[in-house]
């Protein structure tokens, strides 16, 4: 079962693996560490073909997001000719890679990245495309050095894929009840009890709550929304399964119709299912973004810097855009602001891929919260989850 916060390594690795085989043999100018399946193995050999053939490049997949973020961290704490740290991590179980010049990270992790000191920022005036970044990514990575949002903050990463939250459901079990879901309130519909799976994530359960209630995924006083928790507590008792890398399972043997999941998971699932399908609820939903960031590791030189800004600005390409669209179950940013005689046809007629306008409008990332209002959430969160073990007596 795909994941987004827990992407297992697919049939692609082979073949990732031999694209990057020839590249890894030379002596190596930039090393790019790379979240498993964001990056079309056809697009890195396309890259090759493009550079001066002595500037080679490495390009290694990692299978989890949580991984690279480790990786950040680890290399801020150890000297690179020692690999004790790396040795005693269970989850991974093999040498430390050297420090990356580049890493994908999720925005999840930007603010950690940047308040921990694991990641420079970057210049735009050196990124030829950055201009062709739609605003909002543009600001998704401006942050102050707490992370936190900043229009006048420093540019902290280069997003390069993005997808969104999702509603997935069993086709067959909505045609018999004469209709089909198409937007949050739906989840509170009576015949939906205890058929719903939904992400053990408080942002995004709340936060879909919030949007239902016509307020922001980053809503920052909920005492004030008087109804939320009531809200919150009916959703709750239509759920019959919490989970964040499983949630899909129960959707696929029928034990729920519908789940709230990742685009990323949803759509790779539908290809599978035909049965499945899946939609954008109307009144918007939440954003994740798969980002380029510099690690504080690794050695800057003016040449590394010219290397690097070379495969950022190759990403924000049109054809790479576009390639990237096609094959990795999530969007290129750029692919938003081109025309519609730029884009490939499987890229135009797929609204889970490229949401309507008038729909991304009200569509979200989440932001990184004060101290205070996170904790909120979290209270919030463990009095509603409560409720459920003490109904099932546990």
């Not at 307020?215 to 920052?220: E, G, K």
Request: hydrophobic share 40%.
């Amino acid at each position: 079962m795909l994941s987004r916060r827990s992407f297992l390594v697919g049939a692609g690795t082979m073949a990732l693996a031999q694209c990057l085989a020839g590249c890894n043999n030379r002596q190596t100018a930039l090393q790019i560490l790379l979240l498993q399946g964001t990056i079309p193995p056809q697009l890195i050999g396309s890259f090759h073909k493009q550079i001066d053939r002595e500037k080679a490049f490495s390009f290694k997949p990692e299978a989890q997001l949580k991984d690279l973020f480790d990786l950040l961290q680890i290399w801020q704490q150890k000297p690179q000719n020692q690999s004790a740290w790396y040795d005693r991590m269970p989850l991974i179980g093999k040498q430390t890679p050297t420090s990356a010049d580049l890493v994908t990270l999720g925005d999840y992790w930007l603010e950690k990245a940047i308040v921990e000191r694991l990641i420079r920022p970057l210049n735009a005036n050196d990124l030829t495309g950055w201009q062709r970044l739609p605003t909002r990514w543009q600001a998704l990575v401006r942050r102050n050095e707490q992370g936190m949002p900043d229009e006048r903050g420093q540019i902290w990463g280069a997003p390069y894929r993005w997808g969104s939250t999702l509603i997935a459901y069993r086709q067959e079990e909505f045609e018999k009840l004469g209709w089909m879901p198409t937007d949050w309130e739906d989840l509170w519909r009576e015949e939906l009890r205890d058929r719903i799976s939904l992400l053990d994530q408080p942002r995004e359960v709340i936060g879909l709550t919030l949007k239902k209630l016509k307020y922001s995924y980053n809503s920052q006083d909920l005492n004030k929304i008087s109804n939320l928790k009531s809200e919150l507590l009916s959703l709750h008792r239509q759920v019959k399964f919490y989970s964040s890398d499983r949630y899909l399972q129960p959707l696929i043997l029928g034990d729920t119709w519908l789940a709230v999941g990742w685009s990323s998971d949803i759509l790779a699932l539908t290809e599978r299912y035909r049965t499945i399908k899946a939609v954008i609820p109307r009144s918007g939903t939440s954003l994740w973004a798969d980002i380029w960031v510099q690690p504080t590791s690794t050695r800057e030189t003016s040449d590394r810097a010219s290397l690097l800004k070379q495969w950022i600005d190759f990403c924000w390409q049109t054809q790479s855009a576009s390639q990237i669209s096609l094959f990795t179950n999530a969007a290129s940013p750029i692919v938003v602001n081109l025309k519609a005689n730029e884009l490939p046809k499987d890229i135009r007629k797929n609204p889970l891929l490229l949401i309507e306008p008038q729909i991304l409008d009200k569509c979200e990332f989440l932001y990184p919260l004060p101290a205070q209002v996170q904790k909120e959430y979290e209270t919030l969160w463990r009095q509603v989850r409560k409720t459920r073990r003490q109904r099932d007596g546990r």
